[in-house]
């Protein structure tokens, strides 16, 4: 009866587990690409394009579900504690993921500990952009005002230890200047305020602010990229003024610890199919980002290292959120 009883429990064993016969099936029903920022800005974007893509190359579909709040602590840390089927992934700008634990005193998730890395899906730089109607238009302009002004020019961010925030704050430390924060809570509300006016400049990704760029709307200081970029040459990079300044945002597609190796794998497969081709490549780059694909290890190795960069970067600025 014990042999029985033990060959039992080890064969529901093997048909519980999630193994090739899941992955072979995978996905037979919708998948959520948790976002966990506001919509309308560069990671839901993406986030879109690919849940697009996958949903017509996969056969189900994959659906966007924003979480913001907690400078992306929230969507974050919901999706961590998720099962680990595959059926909730995350799509991640670095911040949260790089940023968020040198800042918070808990962030209810580890970033290395609770995801498995499945592929880097693109990049973008920062454009720091003011309204027309602000006297300075270029970075030497800028760094002037400032020096004559200190703690009377406000610019806005994302949220409170978000990269457009810490930019400016790096900017500031480099150069001897200081800014007002005014923190908003997500890009969109971000963007209405520079444009009427209500906020002198920030930092945006180029998705966020090209369309207000090209019409006139506001104005271009620099991007925080090291070099101009390939779609906006004329606009100069801040290390042509700030030496040695730069930072860019990155998006990649995470799934929960634990999830089956075989359906990372087809993940991985089905992402590099769609960013390595040419149509697919052309309108992500129409959108303001660059497409960039990663194995699994060259996404963790990336997402070490860029924890280590930004508990530097956040110990020399002096900011902390309890």
């Known amino acids: 009866m014990r042999k029985m009883l033990a060959l039992l429990g080890a064969a529901l064993c093997v048909l519980a587990a999630p193994g090739p016969a899941a992955a ?7 998948v959520t690409l948790v976002v966990a920022q506001a919509a309308g800005g560069t990671n839901d974007a993406v986030a879109r394009f690919i849940a697009d893509r996958l949903s017509r190359n996969m056969g189900q579909r994959f659906v966007v579900e924003n979480k913001a709040g907690a400078g992306g602590n929230i969507g974050t840390a919901s ?24 800042l918070y005193r808990s962030t209810g998730f580890d970033p290395v500990a609770d995801f498995v890395p499945v592929s880097l899906l ?48 790096m900017l500031g430390f480099e150069t001897g200047t200081k800014f007002v924060h005014v923190p908003y809570r997500g890009v969109s509300s971000l963007m209405s305020d520079l444009v009427a006016g209500h906020i002198e400049l920030g930092f945006a990704t180029m998705p966020a602010v090209q369309s207000f760029l090209e019409g006139g709307k506001l104005t271009a200081l620099g991007v925080s990229s090291t070099k101009r970029l390939g779609i906006a040459p004329e606009i100069p990079a801040v290390a042509e003024t700030v030496p040695g300044y730069g930072s860019e ?22 992402i590099t199919n769609i960013l390595h081709a ?24 990336l997402l070490k290292q860029d924890l280590k960069l930004w508990q530097g970067i956040v110990a020399k600025v002096g900011v902390k959120i309890d």
């Open 24 to 30: 072979k099936d995978y996905p037979d029903r919708p």
């Open 79 to 102: 999706t961590a504690r998720a099962e680990p089927d595959g059926y909730t992934l995350l799509v991640s700008v670095n911040n949260p993921l790089t940023i968020n634990p040198s």
């Open 122 to 169: 693109a990049t973008a730089p920062y454009v720091l952009v003011a309204n027309p109607k602000f006297p300075a238009k270029t970075m030497p302009e800028l760094l002037a005002l400032a020096k004559e002004k200190p703690n009377q020019i406000q610019y806005a961010s994302s949220g409170i230890g978000t990269v457009n925030h810490l930019l400016v704050e």
């Open 249 to 270: 945002l990155w998006v990649g597609l995470f799934a929960v610890r634990g999830t089956p190796p075989e359906i990372v794998a087809r993940l991985h497969r089905e």
């Open 278 to 301: 040419p149509k697919e490549r052309a309108a992500l780059t129409a959108m303001g980002v660059n497409p960039a694909t990663s194995t699994p290890e060259e996404l963790a190795a």
